[in-house]
């Protein structure tokens, strides 16, 4: 509660017969307050709320089976972290940037799209399916957003913040996953690791560039554990030596720890270099290793196993055909089917989350227990349940 309202708050409590103070009292508790008008954010299909799929429209259910019961631009059953998130800090799912119609940026914007990477992409990898839409482009993408905002806030017909938005949001990164899996099967890990030291390094640039701009709250989310993940576990090369005893792949998980490590050190760096700045790296990571590890004790079933997909067996993954996906294999017509039970799983299509999974993690993060260094979300918001 801030000044102001306990002023008012206590003004009410003196002057107002009993019924009136209950009521008033009421007002006041449900009236949550987050210092965070905003969040704007950065990545790909684990962050994606429908702007690639606004650029090029074709998704198909069960997309959004769970919660939206339709399609809803998203790469999952229902929510994704950052949904969870906005819902915390008690503002309305993202609207993507690039979607023209219906979207309301009143309280940010979403830059991630699917199958985005931080480095920019070749051309040769564009047309095997890695989004134009690079880190280096979102970034573009929110200056000139803040141009606009700066134009056009006085007109006020559009779906646009306060021109003072920028210092009162939150800037949240789910992005580097594309860069680290991309070229696994072609490069193999030690060839992905001469190049992962610039991924980090651009995205910590972009930070930089960010506080330029007004922000200074980033939360950086780290990669999760893809050694563990049903499409890669059908489709990179390991033999069984190479599986731990929950089923996930050593080398690449350990990839993926150096990975973020590298992350971790060059957010310690940019802290020190951006006075009055919260430069939290998020490990979402400790989170989905649990829960690919430990389905059961997280009121799951299925770790890696996908709900979504073709073939049934240990993975229900066949990389021919994606979730929602059909495809003519062996003279036959086969789509890959949704599950009936996704809140029993932790990998939706063996690439992405389901909601349920997506939902532990935001709470998890939410408790704050995964902030690098300690962050309290709660002193700057009354954090709201996520249902
Ligand atoms: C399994 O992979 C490991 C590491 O790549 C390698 O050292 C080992 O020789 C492989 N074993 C077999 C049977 O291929
Ligand atoms: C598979 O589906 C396509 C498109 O609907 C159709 O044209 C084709 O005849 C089908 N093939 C078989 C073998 O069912
Ligand atoms: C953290 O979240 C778990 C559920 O995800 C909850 O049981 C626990 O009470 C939370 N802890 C705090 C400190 O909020």
């Given at each position: 509660?801030?000044?102001e309202r306990?002023?008012?708050?206590?003004?009410?409590?003196?002057?107002?017969?009993?019924?009136?103070?209950?009521?008033?009292?009421?007002?006041?508790?449900?009236?949550?307050?987050?210092?965070?008008?905003?969040?704007?954010?950065?990545?790909?299909?684990?962050?994606?709320?429908?702007?690639?799929?606004?650029?090029?429209?074709?998704?198909?259910?069960?997309?959004?089976?769970?919660?939206?019961?339709?399609?809803?631009?998203?790469?999952?059953?229902?929510?994704?972290?950052?949904?969870?998130?906005?819902?915390?800090?008690?503002?309305?799912?993202?609207?993507?940037?690039?979607?023209?119609?219906?979207?309301?940026?009143?309280?940010?914007?979403n830059?991630?799209?699917?199958?985005?990477?931080?480095?920019l992409?070749?051309?040769?990898?564009f047309?095997?399916?890695?989004?134009?839409?690079?880190?280096a482009?979102?970034?573009?993408?929110?200056?000139?957003?803040?141009?606009?905002?700066?134009?056009?806030?006085?007109?006020?017909?559009?779906?646009?913040?306060?021109?003072?938005?920028?210092?009162?949001?939150?800037?949240?990164?789910?992005?580097?996953?594309?860069?680290?899996?991309?070229?696994?099967?072609?490069?193999?890990?030690?060839?992905?690791?001469?190049?992962?030291?610039?991924?980090?390094?651009?995205?910590?640039?972009?930070?930089?560039?960010?506080?330029?701009?007004?922000?200074?709250?980033?939360?950086?989310?780290?990669?999760?554990?893809i050694?563990?993940?049903p499409?890669?576990?059908?489709?990179?090369?390991?033999?069984s030596?190479?599986?731990?005893?929950f089923?996930?792949?050593?080398?690449?998980?350990?990839?993926?720890?150096?990975?973020?490590?590298?992350?971790?050190?060059?957010?310690?760096?940019?802290?020190?270099?951006?006075?009055?700045?919260?430069?939290?790296?998020?490990d979402?990571?400790?989170v989905?290793?649990?829960?690919?590890?430990?389905?059961?004790?997280?009121?799951?079933?299925?770790g890696?196993?996908?709900?979504?997909?073709?073939?049934?067996?240990?993975?229900?993954?066949?990389p021919?055909?994606?979730?929602?996906?059909?495809?003519?294999?062996?003279?036959?017509?086969?789509?890959?089917?949704?599950?009936?039970?996704?809140?029993n799983?932790?990998?939706?299509?063996?690439?992405?989350?389901?909601?349920?999974?997506?939902?532990?993690?935001?709470?998890?993060?939410?408790?704050?227990s995964y902030?690098d260094?300690?962050?309290?979300?709660?002193?700057?918001?009354?954090?709201q349940?996520?249902?």
């Amino acid at each position: 509660m801030n000044l102001e309202r306990k002023k008012v708050c206590n003004s009410l409590n003196q002057s107002l017969i009993v019924f009136a103070l209950l009521m008033a009292m009421l007002a006041c508790k449900s009236d949550a307050k987050c210092s965070f008008k905003a969040i704007f954010n950065f990545g790909d299909s684990n962050s994606d709320t429908g702007g690639f799929w606004a650029a090029f429209p074709a998704e198909k259910p069960p997309n959004g089976m769970t919660y939206f019961k339709k399609p809803d631009g998203r790469a999952t059953d229902g929510r994704l972290i950052i949904d969870f998130l906005a819902q915390a800090i008690g503002i309305p799912f993202l609207s993507p940037y690039l979607k023209s119609i219906g979207s309301d940026f009143r309280h940010g914007a979403n830059f991630a799209t699917l199958a985005s990477t931080v480095r920019l992409p070749q051309s040769s990898l564009f047309v095997t399916g890695v989004s134009p839409f690079s880190l280096a482009i979102q970034l573009n993408q929110i200056k000139q957003f803040k141009v606009q905002v700066e134009e056009l806030h006085s007109s006020g017909k559009l779906n646009l913040p306060p021109p003072d938005i920028f210092g009162k949001s939150l800037y949240t990164f789910y992005i580097g996953q594309n860069d680290f899996t991309g070229n696994l099967a072609s490069l193999g890990i030690s060839g992905v690791q001469q190049y992962l030291p610039e991924v980090v390094s651009q995205i910590a640039s972009t930070v930089k560039e960010l506080y330029e701009l007004g922000g200074r709250t980033f939360l950086v989310l780290n990669l999760a554990p893809i050694g563990c993940y049903p499409s890669f576990l059908v489709e990179l090369p390991h033999n069984s030596s190479d599986l731990d005893s929950f089923g996930c792949m050593i080398s690449y998980n350990n990839a993926v720890i150096e990975y973020n490590n590298i992350l971790k050190q060059a957010l310690t760096q940019t802290r020190k270099d951006l006075p009055n700045a919260n430069v939290i790296y998020v490990d979402i990571h400790s989170v989905m290793l649990e829960l690919f590890q430990h389905p059961i004790s997280h009121g799951l079933k299925y770790g890696t196993k996908a709900c979504c997909g073709y073939g049934g067996g240990a993975y229900n993954f066949d990389p021919r055909v994606f979730c929602s996906n059909t495809k003519l294999i062996n003279g036959k017509n086969i789509t890959a089917i949704a599950c009936k039970d996704p809140y029993n799983y932790v990998s939706w299509d063996g690439i992405h989350a389901t909601e349920a999974a997506n939902k532990l993690v935001a709470n998890a993060i939410l408790n704050g227990s995964y902030f690098d260094p300690p962050f309290s979300l709660h002193k700057f918001c009354d954090i709201q349940p996520i249902g």
